[in-house]
């Protein structure tokens, strides 16, 4: 049974950091890509940042690229996405996401077959 729980949301000043958490359950993910994805009220989920689990190559959506950076800790099967300068239009919930690494587009949420419960994060001015 794959499980991924996030951890680490909250409410921040603009400007303000924080890290966000994906530990990761019940299956290898070493051939898989794990994606963090966000969803704002009255929205689409829209990808955020993925890193690939084996060789750690990371890729990011335009609107965070220089202000959020994802990583991972293989011994403790967990994800981060560190998120700094916040903005308040980075207030959303925050999923994790696991797909496996076969050649897809990997910023899209059809190709991701586990998903966490979501983050909130809020960002006020």
């Known amino acids: 049974q794959v499980q991924l729980v996030e951890s680490g949301g909250g409410s921040v000043q603009v400007g303000g950091s924080l890290r966000l958490s994906c530990a990761a359950s019940?299956?290898?993910?070493?051939?898989?890509?794990m994606g963090w994805f966000r969803q704002a009220p009255g929205k689409e989920r829209e990808f955020v940042a993925g890193?690939?689990?084996?060789?750690?190559?990371?890729f990011y959506a335009d609107s965070v690229k220089g202000r959020f950076t994802v990583s991972m800790d293989n011994a403790k099967n967990t994800v981060y996405l560190q998120m700094d300068s916040l903005k308040p239009e980075d207030t959303a919930v925050y999923y994790c996401?696991?797909?496996?690494?076969?050649?897809?587009?990997?910023?899209?949420?059809?190709?991701?077959?586990?998903w966490g419960q979501g983050t909130q994060v809020t960002v006020s001015s």
């Open positions: 890193i690939s689990w084996s060789v750690g190559d990371t």
């Open positions: 019940g299956h290898t993910f070493s051939r898989y890509i």
């Open positions: 996401a696991a797909a496996l690494r076969n050649g897809g587009n990997y910023r899209a949420e059809r190709v991701y077959n586990y």
